[in-house]
């Protein structure tokens, strides 16, 4: 039987993909009590990592569409941490996005609401958060954004 979220998730025409095994020494997310704590997804499309700086090259709807696709691998790791069950989700607690961007770049805010947004489509209000969105130098692999998650589940 499809959950609830399932079925949302199915209804904006999304597909999560499989939850990205980690590229070092960490797990992908670690539960303690009724938190979720899901490392750094970065932003990776069907074709390999979306790349590239916002300021230089890329535009604030090409980041915002990259930290979609972050979101898309944190609801996937959610998912393998609710053992298959995103009904269990209680809300969105904390993102952090970080956005690889040029010094004088200053509109992180709206590329990282492209997972905030997702965040708030499939969960409704419980997908609002507390968030920051910070500018980096540079990420691995050289990835437009990277974004952490903190959920509430039961």
Do not use: W
């Amino acid at each position: 039987m499809t959950g609830r979220i399932d079925a949302r998730i199915a209804e904006l025409g999304l597909e999560l993909p499989a939850a990205p095994a980690p590229a070092a020494n960490y797990v992908p997310f670690v539960r303690s009590g009724a938190l979720v704590f899901i490392s750094g997804q970065i932003s990776q499309g069907p074709d390999g990592p979306i790349t590239g700086r916002l300021g230089a090259g890329l535009d604030v709807a090409a980041g915002a569409a990259a930290a979609r696709r972050c979101g898309l691998a944190i609801l996937a790791q959610l998912r393998a941490a609710c053992e298959g069950d995103l009904d269990r989700v209680v809300r969105a607690v904390k993102l952090t996005g970080f956005v690889n961007s040029t010094p004088d770049f200053t509109d992180q805010p709206k590329v990282v609401n492209g997972c905030s947004d997702l965040l708030v489509e499939v969960f409704g209000e419980a997908g609002r958060h507390s968030r920051s969105a910070v500018s980096a130098a540079a990420l691995p692999l050289g990835v437009a954004v990277e974004v952490e998650a903190i959920f509430e589940i039961r």
